[in-house]
């Protein structure tokens, strides 16, 4: 059973800091490209950052400069380091692995932590 499980989100004043956590069980981690992806208040859900299983990291223009994606294969783990937070970043934010190797479009997904920035 593949489980990808979020922590970390909550309510943040602007400018400041969280870090998402995302512990993947079920798969074989370093066989599966990470990402994060977020869904504002009435919108669409958007990419964030992605991570190969090599380490190299892609990111949304609007969080770059801001926002760090990282792994660590020992724990099946990804984070999301988010700093300098805006209101515009309040969302649910969501984990996300696919295959790196395999055409495929078979995906995973987390259930969401909200993310709230607000004075």
């Known amino acids: 059973q593949v489980q990808l499980v979020e922590s970390g989100g909550g309510l943040v004043q602007p400018g400041g800091s969280l870090r998402l956590s995302c512990a993947v069980s079920?798969?074989?981690?370093?066989?599966?490209?990470m990402g994060w992806y977020r869904q504002p208040p009435g919108m669409q859900r958007e990419l964030v950052a992605t991570i190969t299983p090599d380490g190299s990291a892609n990111y949304a223009d609007s969080i770059k400069g801001r926002f760090t994606i990282s792994r660590d294969g020992a724990k099946n783990t990804v984070y999301l380091q988010m700093n300098s937070l805006k209101p515009e970043d309040t969302a649910v934010y969501y984990c996300?692995?696919?295959?790196?190797?395999?055409?495929?479009?078979?995906?995973?997904w987390g259930q969401g932590t909200q993310v709230t920035v607000s004075s």
């Open positions: 996300n692995a696919r295959p790196a190797y395999l055409v495929t479009t078979i995906e995973y």
């Open positions: 079920g798969i074989t981690f370093r066989f599966y490209v």
